[in-house]
């Protein structure tokens, strides 16, 4: 990645060191379920969760002391490439508060990708699968917004996208949690929901996918740090992702764990 900095920044002749992050978002696809699989799912298939429940720890606690660990490896580069910014502003004008600030958000995208990837390797006891999800999962973040402008913009189209998507989310939990009941439960909620919504207002779902694609993809939002603004809602946004997806791990382990 370090490499792919400076040859980025050479080849396109510009000195914005925050581009580099948004051409080397994709790299997640990689490093994510390559340090995410094995965390729990590996712990699941070998029995060793069981020596966890022994300790006289919490599950809160071991979720985050396999979180933190990850964020160290995570960071071990990062800190690396933070000289970069420095070293070209010595051949020329850098915007250092830009290029360091897009770093920061940098690191929170990544720590929420690797929350999730905890998340999906809690659910199962294969490794393999667990990596497949996690790529599924960030590959349909990186192109859901592109992928939404070929969809509909009608409120008809819309309709029928989030009806696609509820039963999608139904299969989903019914593939992760081999649970029939919780799966039919959760696609007849997203379903009532939608028809509800569609009744009470049907104007609300003309271009509703686009703008949720947008502002929710973890991806896009970074483009405001690429662009030089600092915003504060993507910070927030990240972090409440990280603590959403962890709440839900502990979540899947206490379940297993009284089970």
């Given at each position: 990645?370090?490499?792919?900095?400076?040859?980025?920044?050479?080849?396109?002749?510009?000195?914005?060191?925050?581009?580099?992050?948004?051409?080397?978002?994709?790299?997640?696809?990689?490093?994510?379920?390559?340090?995410?699989?094995?965390?729990?799912?590996?712990?699941?298939k070998q029995k060793t969760d069981q020596l966890?429940?022994?300790?006289?720890?919490?599950?809160?606690?071991?979720?985050?002391?396999?979180?933190?660990?990850?964020?160290?490896?995570?960071?071990?580069?990062?800190?690396?490439?933070?000289?970069?910014?420095?070293?070209?502003?010595?051949?020329?004008?850098?915007?250092?508060?830009?290029?360091?600030?897009?770093?920061?958000?940098?690191?929170?995208?990544?720590?929420?990708?690797?929350?999730?990837?905890?998340?999906?390797?809690?659910?199962?006891?294969?490794?393999?699968?667990?990596?497949?999800?996690?790529?599924?999962?960030?590959?349909?973040?990186?192109?859901?917004?592109?992928?939404?402008?070929?969809?509909?913009?009608?409120?008809?189209?819309?309709?029928?996208?989030?009806?696609?998507?509820?039963?999608?989310?139904?299969?989903?939990?019914?593939?992760?949690?081999?649970?029939?009941?919780?799966?039919?439960?959760?696609?007849?909620?997203?379903?009532?929901?939608?028809?509800?919504?569609?009744?009470?207002?049907?104007?609300?779902?003309?271009?509703?996918?686009?703008?949720?694609?947008?502002?929710?993809?973890?991806?896009?939002?970074?483009?405001?740090?690429?662009?030089?603004?600092?915003?504060?809602?993507?910070?927030?946004?990240?972090?409440?992702?990280?603590?959403?997806?962890?709440?839900?791990?502990?979540?899947?382990?206490?379940?297993?764990?009284?089970?």
């Amino acid at each position: 990645m370090g490499f792919a900095a400076v040859l980025c920044n050479i080849q396109a002749a510009f000195s914005n060191f925050e581009f580099v992050f948004y051409f080397s978002s994709l790299i997640f696809v990689i490093i994510v379920p390559i340090l995410t699989m094995r965390t729990i799912a590996e712990e699941r298939k070998q029995k060793t969760d069981q020596l966890l429940y022994s300790l006289p720890i919490t599950t809160t606690q071991i979720v985050l002391g396999k979180y933190l660990a990850l964020l160290v490896v995570y960071l071990i580069p990062l800190c690396i490439i933070s000289f970069y910014p420095l070293i070209f502003s010595l051949f020329g004008d850098v915007y250092l508060l830009t290029s360091y600030g897009s770093i920061a958000a940098f690191f929170l995208m990544g720590a929420a990708f690797l929350a999730m990837g905890i998340f999906i390797s809690s659910l199962t006891d294969n490794q393999g699968f667990a990596a497949g999800i996690t790529i599924a999962l960030i590959l349909f973040n990186y192109y859901s917004v592109s992928l939404s402008e070929y969809t509909s913009s009608t409120m008809f189209g819309s309709l029928l996208t989030f009806y696609a998507l509820a039963i999608v989310v139904g299969v989903v939990v019914r593939v992760l949690t081999k649970n029939d009941a919780l799966a039919y439960g959760v696609s007849i909620v997203l379903l009532l929901g939608i028809a509800i919504l569609c009744f009470v207002d049907s104007s609300l779902f003309e271009g509703l996918l686009p703008a949720m694609t947008e502002t929710l993809s973890l991806l896009e939002r970074f483009n405001s740090f690429v662009n030089g603004v600092f915003d504060m809602t993507t910070i927030v946004y990240y972090l409440s992702v990280i603590v959403f997806f962890l709440f839900l791990s502990v979540q899947s382990l206490e379940k297993r764990r009284y089970n």
